[in-house]
């Protein structure tokens, strides 16, 4: 007997479908009559399920950082009693994905000076973004025993996602080596 497989909805698939032709011709490229096109579905299928462009931007910006997310939450769990390796470990796991995602990419080369039109989708989305990520690791970090105030340790997840991030837009290293020096940051801050 096999495992039930739940069947991907329309709207899972046209949001992959949205984030795989965006990365490969860009946003300006994408319709909705062609996203339609793409996934085999009518326009109207498209608007009752997404809305309009802006509400297909945020939802593929969301299900990115849902995509960033599971790997932070990997990484929490894997190591549930070691504040400082889970964070390590989270970030291993974000700047790896991160170096394969292709609709980032996309944005990546867009923040050098390439053309794209994708850049503003994040940028608009980033205190949301920010938000989202601040209270899905601050409600992993709250779970050790951590000495420091409520108010510095949102510092500390904050100078974390900070960092992470400013190496996912700007790699300046290996994966793993990056991930060691903000452990080591962060390491460091929980010391104090």
């Not at 929490?76 to 390796?85: A, E, M």
């Not at 292709?102 to 949301?128: F, N, Y």
């Amino acid at each position: 007997m096999r495992p039930f497989v739940a069947p991907v909805s329309h709207r899972e698939r046209l949001l992959g479908a949205a984030a795989q032709f965006t990365a490969e011709h860009g946003w300006s490229a994408l319709t909705m009559g062609k996203l339609a096109e793409l996934v085999g579905v009518s326009r109207q299928t498209v608007y009752n399920e997404i809305g309009g462009k802006p509400q297909l931007a945020e939802a593929m910006i969301l299900r990115e950082l849902e995509t960033f997310l599971a790997r932070v939450d990997a990484a929490f769990s894997d190591n549930p009693t070691d504040l400082v390796r889970a964070i390590e470990a989270a970030a291993v796991n974000v700047l790896e994905l991160a170096r394969t995602d292709p609709l980032l990419h996309m944005v990546v080369r867009s923040s050098q000076g390439a053309e794209s039109d994708l850049l503003p989708l994040l940028t608009t989305h980033s205190e949301a973004l920010l938000d989202a990520a601040g209270a899905v690791i601050g409600e992993h970090v709250r779970r050790y025993d951590v000495p420091l105030a409520h108010d510095r340790m949102q510092v500390m997840v904050d100078m974390v996602i900070r960092l992470v991030l400013s190496h996912v837009m700007q790699p300046s290293g290996e994966p793993r080596e990056t991930a060691a020096t903000i452990a080591w940051i962060a390491q460091r801050v929980l010391a104090a």
